[in-house]
């Protein structure tokens, strides 16, 4: 089971983190098109995150090939897959927007958020389990969950298994991202 859960947590990452970072530059690669021709400048990062998202969409049927080798099959909670799915989408959408206003007037984002997306990718636990780390650790546990892309993850991974999903740890992550999408 443990190669299901790295790469559940490395794809649901990897789609963040490459949506962001596209969704970042879109708005200045697309400079000389967009004073050329009026189209809404949210247009630009949300095609290049739908984009992402679609290969994403993709490299799912890996995870559910690796899953059926490695003897783990579907059950009905398979089914609720869509909610963390969809919660993410939006989290990075929203992400992306808001990076995206930002890299036009600071070009050295770029650089910020490659290093924040590191930070991001340790707090997510996505090569360990959180269990071992939080060990009764209230402070510990507050951290991780406190990251919308952890609790996706998270979320997403409990479908997989067919375990119970935790709604709180779902809520959190949907009102972070809608509040994401909104500032964006």
């Not at 298994?161 to 972070?176: D, K, L, Q, R, S």
């Amino acid at each position: 089971t443990y190669p299901v859960y790295i790469l559940s947590g490395r794809l649901l990452y990897s789609f963040f983190s490459s949506g962001t970072n596209t969704a970042m530059k879109s708005i200045r690669t697309n400079s000389g098109m967009i004073k050329k021709v009026y189209v809404p400048k949210y247009m630009y990062p949300l095609s290049s995150t739908l984009y992402n998202y679609v290969i994403f969409l993709i490299s799912l049927i890996v995870l559910a090939a690796v899953a059926l080798v490695l003897g783990i099959f579907p059950t009905w909670r398979i089914l609720l897959a869509f909610i963390p799915l969809l919660i993410l989408l939006v989290l990075t959408v929203g992400v992306g927007l808001i990076l995206s206003s930002l890299a036009v007037f600071f070009r050295d984002l770029e650089y910020l958020w490659s290093v924040a997306l590191m930070l991001i990718m340790y707090s997510s636990a996505i090569f360990y389990y959180v269990e071992d780390v939080i060990k009764g650790s209230p402070i510990k546990s507050l951290i991780f969950h406190a990251n919308p892309l952890y609790c996706c993850i998270d979320v997403f991974r409990s479908t997989i298994f067919g375990e119970a999903i935790n709604w709180a740890v779902c809520g959190y992550a949907a009102g972070f991202s809608v509040v994401c999408m909104i500032i964006g």
